[in-house]
């Protein structure tokens, strides 16, 4: 007796392990098939899912349609069609029949849909209305954003998460609708009319998530497609995937490959507005001491160029007394020599004696002296008016003087002399300089042209 033959004898599968496994293994293999073929043995029972096969000149395979997607079907097959159809390659396992469960099918060849798709694109594209010309520009920055999709689909999810990651400070409205199936158009010509009449949103994106031909036909049909056009929101269109293109897709202003791509272009990086903004606030406080150091110097050179009328008036007062004092030497030298002159004369005529002579000359010279004294009166008159003058116009032109007459000289410990009240806010500190002390006030309003009449 061979005991090592039953040994080595490996594990036997049931048959329902193997369908299991077989099973597992086709629908691993194909996760997603196009098949075109020929429609027989069609049948539809009272549950409403179709069973049929699809067989060419050498072979043929089972399928099955349930009810939840042949009833997004147009029109209902026949035998002999020629059909295409997409869906999973699996195995039942009861029967042991290699089958597949069917997720769309149309007639074969361009297919109905698409058909229809390409009939309504010719005829919007001679309409004009996929001309660049006609299109709005979408808001680099937009005041708030509209949403037109399903509010438990992928889409809102998407977009709301890249609104919050670029820019959590824009509001986005959503305008519920449904975005597959029966009815689906007329919702979203709906909530796009009724974001037109709510007026909040500066932009509406219109789209929702990936899907096949079908799902995303709502998006293809001619009313949603003239509902976008006639918008007057600048719109932005995000159905599907980047290879998915919709209808809508070509009459909205701006086209997005998807939702979180149409959230992408219209949310500004919030945190490069940051750095720019801390980039341009630096440059202008470099800017500003700039200026405030070449004010300061210009104020230092004003400052050194302006003279003390003090000192001008001292200057004037130091040269009308030398002039004072060469007058009296020249005065006196010739009062030394007419009283020399007067000397010699009184020699002569003593030498001569002339009594009458003597009178004559003592005469003249008595009204020598006398003009002498006139002049010399009249030229002190002279200088004098003239050094009065002078002090007038130089206290005319004085600052000092200009601050004895009522006027004020005002500044701020920034600005030490504020020439427009432009240059002052309220709540600002100042410091007027008067003709006798200082003042210190606080700014209450501005008015930088005249002041309104008071009572007004």
């Not at 997004?72 to 069609?81: A, F, W, Y």
């Not at 000359?361 to 003058?389: I, N």
Request: charged share 25%; with cysteine.
């Amino acid at each position: 007796m061979d005991i090592t033959a039953n040994t080595s004898r490996p594990r036997a599968l049931s048959v329902s392990e193997l369908n299991h496994q077989v099973r597992h293994l086709l629908e691993v293999s194909f996760l997603q098939v196009w098949v075109e073929g020929e429609l027989s043995s069609f049948s539809r029972p009272s549950s409403g899912h179709w069973y049929f096969t699809l067989k060419d000149a050498k072979s043929q395979i089972r399928c099955a349609m349930f009810r939840g997607n042949n009833q997004r079907v147009s029109k209902t097959p026949k035998e002999g069609d020629q059909i295409l159809i997409r869906g999973k390659v699996t195995l039942y396992e009861a029967r042991g029949d290699y089958q597949i469960i069917v997720e769309s099918l149309e007639p074969a060849g361009l297919g109905a849909l698409q058909q229809a798709f390409e009939a309504l694109k010719k005829k919007l594209q001679a309409e004009g209305l996929f001309e660049a010309e006609r299109k709005k520009p979408v808001p680099t920055v937009p005041r708030h954003i509209g949403v037109v999709t399903s509010p438990t689909g992928a889409a809102i999810h998407d977009i709301l998460t890249v609104l919050k990651r670029r820019c959590p400070g824009i509001p986005v409205t959503l305008y519920p609708t449904s975005v597959q199936g029966a009815g689906a158009a007329d919702e979203i010509v709906d909530a796009i009319r009724k974001a037109e009449r709510h007026g909040v949103a500066d932009v509406l994106i219109i789209g929702r998530g990936g899907g096949s031909l079908e799902d995303l036909w709502p998006f293809n049909e001619e009313k949603v497609a003239r509902a976008i056009a006639e918008c007057r929101l600048p719109t932005v269109s995000a159905v599907g995937h980047e290879v998915d293109f919709s209808i809508a897709d070509f009459v909205a202003d701006f086209r997005a490959p998807t939702p979180s791509a149409a959230a992408e272009h219209l949310a500004p990086d919030q945190s490069a507005w940051l750095r720019t903004l801390d980039q341009q606030l630096h440059r202008l406080e470099s800017i500003i001491q700039r200026i405030l150091r070449n004010m300061g110097q210009q104020l230092g050179h004003l400052g050194q160029r302006l003279r003390d009328p003090r000192r001008e008036l001292q200057a004037y007062q130091q040269r009308l007394d030398e002039q004072e004092i060469r007058l009296l030497s020249t005065m006196r030298q010739r009062l030394a020599r007419v009283e020399q002159q007067l000397q010699q004369n009184r020699q002569r005529l003593s030498a001569q004696s002339p009594q009458r002579m003597l009178n004559e000359r003592l005469e003249r010279t008595g009204q020598l002296g006398e003009r002498l004294q006139r002049a010399l009166h009249w030229r002190l008159g002279e200088q004098r008016e003239r050094l009065a003058h002078a002090g007038q116009a130089l206290q005319l032109v004085s600052p000092l003087a200009t601050l004895d007459r009522g006027y004020a000289i005002v500044g701020t410990a920034e600005k030490p002399v504020v020439r427009r009240a432009s240059d002052l806010y309220a709540g600002d500190s100042i410091t007027a300089r008067l003709g006798q002390g200082h003042v210190e006030a606080l700014v209450t309003a501005v008015y930088p042209e005249d002041p309104p009449a008071r009572g007004d």
